[in-house]
């Protein structure tokens, strides 16, 4: 007679802290809301799959089981393949030394696509693929806004001299790929709607250059999180990137694109300490729990290293984590608050937001999946990290 | 006939990039510099283990393979243990949830001892004690420079009731703990000399008037790294522990402890791109293989994300990770530098020196060993995270 067990679901209550916690029901709401809007103004979604570093996560955000995606390392590349992602572009500027990884998964079935902005590295890409005969597709990396890398829109010679080197030599010119990281400093729907606005128009004004030249430029691919949800128009784009959208954090309430309560991501802790005079809870999430991301420190509210929920997920008034060590949070309340510290005793647990739910999500090596309103883990899933 | 198979060693021109590099010789001088200036003064070294993560690490840092040890999660305690370390103390404030895992290694023949600084604790780890008849060793952790938890050294009347509630209500009054926290921004070796002293001072008082009050106080145990290495007299004091020593940093050489020479661990990376009008060369290496540790912002010398040096360790002039996004490093000049940026093509590498050793560890799931000088990687040795 086989024995029967119950095994007892893991609860808010029960988990051991500090661990990652992910609001599903948040996480879905957020997907939709990007989807529906690019369904509105036509470019297909290409989410960035380096936010969430997971295949559960990365199921529910992409378009098909199939792709497509983007990634920031080969190893996220490499691990989305396993699981049946076919189209993808890997968004860091190529080295030569990479160029073997990229084709074996091309040789697997993969279409991967890299990223340049340089002659040096079109050259590069093009010996690649005439040595393994396969044309590698690139895209020329845009720079719109100055903040990282990429040829200017009006830098029409370099663009060119690189789209041939490209198509002439060897590889494949798949097309320009633009990131507005400066929106991340943009505050206001004016602001952000100029950001979109300036990056589809640093695109498309690559792109044309290209064309005109003679040199084709099928993919047109732009994003950000906030400029994908600020842009109002898309004309000439092909493709949104974002990443972020799909948790949310303390830096997109920030900026505006979303509200505290869209946060889908939080930190699990436990109190483990009091120093009443200074006003101060400690507890068991410090930055190896949290990440050194202090992403709100330059905005108009800082958050510290999070803001303060109850277990339930609900902000307690002015409360962060004012400091941090390696596995201590100092939780007080905001400079200046009038509110009262809540009565938390030893063993009590909070969930703190993130500034970055990036850099906060790196930390652990998995979610605890809860659903809004309630304390019962309903599934685990694995994070990875590494390159 | 057996066949026979040439493996070529790794290189540091070979490996992926980015990754984490242990040059083992400025490792093993850092070690015995601390043992040295740790047996002129008396008291043995209790080594953190929360920087390296690692049993290869944790066996050449100790004084024994079964220890002393000192950990900052119970996951290191566990894999410690595993690895025959017997002697550990759980260097956190202690939550009743942690206690079941405590228990387990005491079951399974670890000394491990935990830290509090509230009656509510020491009630909660006398009952735990009771009801596994098991004397639960705790230390009472001293706020010797007012930087994170404990009980003020001369807060005689809590630190009595906290010792007799262990003491007579079934745990073990172990001794007392303190962790001068504020040393790290200190600057100068008197500033330094005096932090050790107060530590040292604070310790040795509150075990004092333990003593006087009745109960037991075997341990004094204090620690950090720049009041380990500027301690001068450390009468009353019966264990030290530090933990950075091990590897060093920027933040440390900022601080005066070492020099930027003696850094143990760096970061490879490889050239991705260039923006020459801006003067910088882009990397493999954002904030995730550096992590968002900022620890030289408030120093003298901000260090950005990290100080550049070529591939076999030697810093270039004035050159920085000036910023970070995810996957990319910013490379630049400090401002105001006169000297000129290298000449590092696509594909050339460099190594980055982190600003906390422990942060930029804990973005790695290893550590490829080298020798000052050497090219060739001599061992790979696994890091582990995780709570």
Same mark, same amino acid.
């Given at each position: 007679m ?5 095994v ?11 661990c ?6 948040r996480?879905?709401r957020n997907v939709r ?5 690019l ?9 960035h ?9 990365a ?7 199939a ?14 393949a396993?699981?049946? *992602?076919?189209?993808?572009?890997y968004?860091v500027?190529?080295?030569p030394?990479? %160029?073997?990884r #990229?084709?074996?998964? @091309? =040789?697997a ?14 050259r590069?890409v093009a ?15 845009i720079?719109?806004?100055?903040h990282r ?5 009006d830098e ?8 041939r ?8 010119l ?7 990281g ?6 206001g729907?004016?602001?952000?709607e100029?950001?979109?606005e ?17 040199v084709p430029c099928?993919? *047109? ?12 128009? %898309?004309?000439? #784009?092909?493709?949104? @990137? =974002? ?11 920030g900026?505006g ?17 009091h120093?009443?005079e200074?006003?101060w809870?400690?507890v ?15 905005q ?10 109850d ?12 400091d941090a060590?390696?596995e201590?949070g ?5 400079p200046?608050?009038?509110s009262?510290?809540?009565d938390?005793p ?10 970055h ?5 790196a930390?652990?090596d ?18 990875f990290g590494?390159?």
């Amino acid at each position: 007679m086989a024995s029967q067990t119950f095994v007892e679901k893991a609860t808010l209550q029960t988990l051991e802290t500090p661990c990652l916690i992910l609001d599903a029901d948040r996480m879905e709401r957020n997907v939709r809301r990007l989807k529906s809007h690019l369904t509105t103004l036509g470019p297909r979604l290409r989410p960035h799959l380096k936010t969430g570093k997971s295949v559960e996560v990365a199921r529910r955000v992409m378009m098909s089981d199939a792709g497509p995606a983007t990634v920031s390392t080969l190893k996220e590349a490499e691990q989305f393949a396993a699981a049946g *992602v076919r189209d993808i572009i890997y968004a860091v500027g190529i080295a030569p030394g990479k %160029l073997g990884r #990229v084709l074996a998964l @091309r =040789a697997a079935g993969v279409d991967i696509a890299v990223i340049l902005d340089s002659v040096e590295q079109a050259r590069l890409v093009a010996d690649a693929s005439r040595k393994s005969n396969t044309r590698i597709p690139a895209l020329i990396e845009i720079d719109c806004d100055g903040h990282r890398s990429g040829v200017l829109p009006d830098e029409t010679e370099r663009l060119v001299e690189i789209g041939r080197a490209l198509h002439e030599e060897g590889a494949e010119l798949r097309g320009v790929l633009t990131h507005a990281g400066g929106s991340y400093s943009a505050r206001g729907r004016d602001a952000l709607e100029q950001c979109a606005e300036e990056e589809r128009a640093g695109a498309v004004k690559a792109a044309k250059a290209l064309r005109e030249a003679g040199v084709p430029c099928p993919v *047109v691919s732009v994003g950000s999180t906030p400029t994908a949800h600020f842009s109002q128009d %898309l004309t000439g #784009v092909t493709e949104v @990137r =974002a990443g972020v959208f799909v948790f949310f954090d303390l830096v997109m309430s920030g900026i505006g694109v979303c509200q505290v309560e869209d946060i889908a991501l939080s930190v699990l802790a436990t109190v483990v300490g009091h120093q009443p005079e200074k006003g101060w809870i400690l507890v068991d999430a410090g930055w190896m729990a949290m990440s050194r991301d202090r992403g709100t420190a330059k905005q108009e509210l800082d958050q510290g290293y999070g803001l303060v929920c109850d277990v339930h997920g609900k902000p307690y008034d002015d409360l962060i984590v004012a400091d941090a060590n390696q596995e201590h949070g100092v939780i007080a309340l905001r400079p200046g608050s009038k509110s009262t510290l809540p009565d938390l005793p030893i063993g009590a647990r909070v969930r703190i937001l993130p500034n970055h739910a990036c850099a906060t999500g790196a930390q652990h090596d998995g979610y605890h999946v809860v659903r809004d309103g309630s304390d019962v883990i309903e599934a685990e899933w694995p994070r990875f990290g590494g390159w």
